[in-house]
């Protein structure tokens, strides 16, 4: 370990740390999470610095990333160390793989991250690092755990190589239930955009927007179908200015043929999961001659409907799905 004094440091009988500040006053002390091993051992991987598995932290992000998370480990560390250079590729390697076992976007219960000392200085002086590299463990924000007394830091001081180190990932996040996780909403975790248009026959029917590969499985309990909706209309698409001359002698034209245009609709999933949303449409089709563009009666035609929309649980792939009926009746407006 390569050490760095900036304050008065004792060993007390049990091997701990104790801190000392102005006037010999003691404000913290290490905890030692399991038994230190008179050897730790070191990874044998090769430092590739295109494998970067966990989060750079700085003075800006360290708090709300750390009350985010009900697990963060963070490697505070320095360039120019020696032990710092060797713990590297194992520990960005461990980090990638507690993120592919435990995503922090959909679960959300451990996150392994790094702060680089000789660039926040301040921020390593505020949590007492003294030596480097030092692995601190953060639970719920703090890692300070009351001990005879006394306020002490959680480190974790066994082996670094990268198997070491997810097992004992893996064991701090074994206590914490799933129920904690985190709940991806789809519109903050991306998606894709759903564009062009259908031809489909003048009876009922659903347009249906669902995952299907036939080279992949997908765990539909962790679909979300939350979407919103730019445009949807039916029939042919009528010009701004063709729709604002014919609403001057018909004000109401054209007020419900694009009904859900800018509508979100987001499952939060406190209905649990395998979610459905419904859109039941029911279109009415209105024709409305007038004499305005030509010497003859021109015919222009827009489909106007009303939405009902719903959330349903399924076993099957949960599904964006639009129910449309056109009705057996139209409205046919004629001006003179």
Same mark, same amino acid.
């Given at each position: 370990? %390569?050490?760095?004094?900036?304050?008065?440091?004792?060993?007390?009988?049990?091997?701990?740390?104790?801190? !000392?500040?102005?006037?010999?006053?003691?404000?913290?002390? $290490?905890?030692?999470?399991?038994?230190?091993?008179?050897?730790?051992?070191?990874?044998?991987?090769?430092?590739?610095?295109?494998?970067?598995?966990?989060?750079?932290?700085?003075?800006?992000?360290?708090?709300?990333?750390?009350?985010?998370?009900?697990?963060?480990?963070?490697?505070?560390?320095?360039?120019? %160390?020696?032990?710092?250079?060797?713990?590297?590729?194992?520990?960005?390697?461990?980090?990638?793989?507690?993120?592919?076992?435990?995503?922090?976007?959909?679960?959300?219960?451990?996150?392994?991250?790094?702060?680089?000392?000789?660039?926040?200085?301040?921020? %390593?002086?505020?949590?007492?690092?003294?030596?480097?590299?030092?692995?601190?463990?953060?639970?719920?924000?703090?890692?300070?755990? $009351?001990?005879?007394?006394?306020? &002490?830091?959680?480190?974790?001081?066994?082996?670094?190589?990268? $198997?070491?180190?997810?097992?004992?990932?893996?064991?701090?996040?074994?206590?914490?239930? /799933?129920?904690? &996780?985190?709940?991806?909403?789809?519109? /903050?975790?991306?998606?894709?955009?759903?564009?062009? !248009?259908?031809? *489909?026959?003048?009876?009922?029917?659903?347009?249906?927007?669902?995952?299907?590969?036939?080279?992949?499985?997908?765990?539909?309990?962790?679909?979300?179908?939350?979407?919103?909706?730019?445009?949807?209309?039916?029939?042919?698409?009528?010009?701004?200015?063709?729709?604002?001359?014919?609403?001057?002698?018909?004000?109401?034209?054209?007020?419900?043929?694009?009904?859900?245009?800018?509508?979100?609709?987001?499952?939060?999933?406190?209905?649990?999961?395998? *979610?459905?949303?419904?859109?039941?449409?029911?279109?009415?089709?209105?024709?409305?001659?007038?004499?305005?563009?030509?010497?003859?009666?021109?015919?222009? $035609?827009?489909?106007?409907?009303?939405?009902?929309?719903?959330?349903?649980?399924?076993?099957?792939?949960?599904?964006?799905?639009?129910?449309?009926?056109?009705?057996?009746?139209?409205?046919?407006?004629?001006?003179?």
């Amino acid at each position: 370990m %390569c050490i760095l004094f900036t304050e008065q440091v004792e060993y007390n009988k049990n091997n701990s740390k104790v801190y !000392y500040r102005s006037r010999f006053k003691a404000h913290g002390c $290490e905890y030692q999470s399991q038994h230190v091993p008179s050897v730790i051992q070191h990874g044998e991987e090769v430092d590739d610095e295109a494998v970067v598995g966990s989060v750079s932290l700085n003075s800006d992000s360290f708090d709300r990333i750390a009350h985010e998370y009900p697990i963060l480990v963070v490697n505070f560390f320095a360039p120019w %160390c020696t032990w710092s250079t060797r713990l590297r590729p194992s520990w960005e390697k461990a980090a990638s793989i507690i993120r592919e076992r435990f995503n922090p976007e959909t679960d959300g219960r451990i996150l392994l991250a790094r702060v680089d000392c000789t660039e926040d200085f301040e921020l %390593c002086k505020r949590h007492h690092i003294q030596g480097y590299p030092s692995i601190r463990i953060f639970r719920k924000g703090s890692d300070l755990r $009351e001990e005879n007394g006394q306020h &002490q830091h959680e480190y974790y001081y066994g082996n670094r190589d990268t $198997e070491a180190l997810v097992k004992a990932m893996e064991e701090l996040v074994s206590p914490i239930p /799933l129920k904690s &996780q985190k709940l991806a909403l789809a519109p /903050l975790t991306g998606g894709c955009r759903i564009e062009g !248009y259908v031809r *489909v026959k003048k009876i009922p029917g659903n347009l249906v927007i669902s995952a299907r590969s036939g080279a992949h499985s997908f765990d539909s309990s962790r679909m979300n179908m939350s979407h919103v909706i730019t445009h949807l209309s039916f029939g042919k698409t009528i010009s701004p200015q063709v729709l604002s001359d014919v609403k001057r002698l018909i004000p109401y034209l054209g007020q419900s043929h694009d009904k859900l245009n800018g509508r979100s609709f987001i499952n939060h999933q406190d209905l649990d999961t395998n *979610v459905t949303i419904e859109h039941y449409l029911q279109v009415v089709k209105t024709e409305v001659v007038t004499r305005i563009y030509s010497p003859e009666s021109s015919l222009l $035609e827009d489909y106007e409907y009303t939405a009902h929309s719903s959330l349903s649980q399924s076993i099957d792939v949960p599904v964006a799905k639009f129910h449309f009926e056109l009705s057996p009746m139209q409205v046919i407006l004629q001006t003179v």
